[in-house]
Structure formats: C-alpha cells, structure tokens
C-alpha cells in the first residue's frame, strides 16, 4: 500500500522545509494525490511537522478529504510583547516555537493554507475529515495593532466541508486566523489566538459548529468569533480576553455558555440583524479601562447587544469598571444589555457589578421583552412599554 504518512523533513522533496513548507506540503499532497487515484482507495493521510522553524514562501493549496497536518505543540509566544520590549537579550527565547511556521508571505497570496477544492457547492466540491493540529502559524511582523498591513490569514477554507477539526494550534501576528465557509460540524478546540485582527470566522452559513475550551486574546480590530447565517453554533468553555467581540448575524438557535469574557470596549456580545432563539447563559462578563480606543462601538451598544426574536440571557454575572471619564459619549450610562429590537427575548437572574450608573436598555422596535431579576428599577431604561419587569429587589 501506497505511504500515507510524511514527515516534511524527510520526505524527497525539491527544497528544505526549512526553506519553503509550503512547496514541501504542496509536493506531499500531490504524491497523495498520485497514490490515491479511484473513489473506493482514497483514505488520505497524515503530514507531520517535527519540532523546528519552518519559512513558508508559498501557499499551501488543500484539495483532499481526509487529510491531518500536525506538530508537535501550538509553540505560541507573544509577538506584541518582544515587539513592545525595548531589550530582549536576557530572554530565553525570542521566537514561537515547537512547530513554528513563520508565514513570510512573498507568492503574492494572503492565506497561509488554502482549502479548496473545485467543483459544485455540495458534495462534488465538499471536503471532509481535515484536521490541522498542535503546531503555530506567524504572520512574522505587524505594526500595532498588529493587524494593518499585514494582510495574512492563517488557514482559509473556501469549500463546503464537514467535519473539519482545529486542535491546539497557536497563531499570531494574522489578519485573520482561521476562517472557514459553508462549515458543517466544524471543531475548533483548545486553541491559541492572539495579536490576530479576527480569531474566528464562520462565513456564508455554517451548522452546529463547536468553539469551545480555546484561547481568544487581543482581536483588536475584528472579532474573536464572528458567524453568519449560522444554525446551532456552540460557544462554550473559552477564555477570551481583550477588545473581546463575539457576534453574531442572522444566526439561530446557537449557545455560548460558560465563557470567561473580559475586554476593554464595549460589546462583547451582539446577536444582529435577526438572530432568534439563541441562549445566552453563564459568562462572566468583565468590562474594565485599558489599552486602546474602541472606533466601533460607544457605552450605548451594550456589552450584550439584542437584535432579534425570542433570545434567552439568563444567569449571567457582569462586572464593570470603567473610570467615568472613559465612557464614551461622555456624562452617559453606560449600557449593559440592549435590546436593539425584535420580540419575546427574555433576561432572567443576570447579576451586574458596577462602578457607575449602568441600564438595561429596551429601545422603542423592541416588544414583549421580560426581565425576570436582571436589573433594579432604576437600572430599567425603557423606549417603550411592552414588556414585563420583575425588578432585582
């Protein structure tokens, strides 16, 4: 039988790995490929990057089922911290490391690995069972905020696929680091992004994707999770930290449970242009002062932003502390949850902390909303008066 596992450094290829993994990968694929040539004997394989620095010069182009590509470790080290320290030569490591593929970027392509096959959406085209796994992607360089003009996205897939996994991958200094389109039950576990524009992305329309159990930190200029069209995602168990945002557009029936959220601009949470029927419960939401300046959002957005039908936000804790003088406009009280619009969304036993004066805000397009222990009477901030409110004694 035909090898179906590679080891970039000891496979025959026409550079070093060291030189160009890319060329590398792509010359294994199309062995693969070469071996692999009828329906019923194609099983796929394994490409296996051993502990190292690798330069990638040119764009991995995936268009094969069943394919896992892995290290030895996400290796992930802060770029932003060595770029922001004046002396690092007492340091005992400069560079990410175990797997490290440094992402150099000169064929004139954005993504470090493409996935994409040709063909019709659906199952002609469709790609299946690929995993990237337990190795790091370093866009290199970056000005602050680590994003602009940069340009490099991590992994792009562009297919219809199923049951693609994202496992213990460390990315930084990215536009993007992952973005994935048409994804159906896709996995993204136990991963670390950081210094990225945007950590996740979910475009087109994406079922019952799973984010869970990862590390989403400094997505300054994007979103930590960003889905669209999205049916049934899972959000749990993630730690995500700084200009933290998650949002979500026309999206239905999704959970993000149990995260640790904390971020210095507003909205970390928007359910946008319609998204129904989503449940909101058990974060923890800290609001705090810090580096940088939010262009997106003022204090009247809300750290939880509502605009659709029938949404549960229920047995949350929300701690802010933000300086007066910091909240933008200025003299406002900040917003905690807004329902933008839609009707029957319900807020049920949400604690808040503050340090100011902060609403619970219903804007005018919003009916039948019912808040259940989720703010003081004072705390209600209501543009109309459909709805229902059990005030936090």
Known sequence: MANTVYDVTTFNGSVSPHTDIGKVINEIIADIK?????????????????PGHYDLLTRVVIDISFLTIKGSG??????????????TSSWYEVQPGSSHIRVQHTDGTDEAFLVKRSGAPGTVGRLNGIVFQDFCIDGVASTKPYVEGNHKIGISVQSDNDSLRFEGMGFVYLTQAMVVQGADACSFTNNFVAECGTSISLTGASQVAKITNNYLISAWAGYSVFAENAEGVLISGNTILWACNITLRNANRCTISANKLLSN???MIALTEGSSENLISGN?????????????YDDLYGLVHINGDDNAVTANHFSFSVPATAITPAGAAPTIVLVAGGARNYLATNHIKANLDVKVVLDPSSTDTKLLHSAAQSQLQAYTNDYKLVATP
């Open 34 to 50: 070469a071996n692999q040539t009828t329906q019923n004997t194609r099983p796929g394989a394994v490409i296996y990057i051993p």
């Open 74 to 87: 996400h290796g992930f080290l802060s770029r932003a911290i060595h770029d922001d320290t004046a002396d």
């Open 265 to 267: 601009f507003p909205s």
């Open 284 to 296: 923890h939401f800290r609001r705090v002062y810090g580096d940088g300046t939010s262009t997106r």
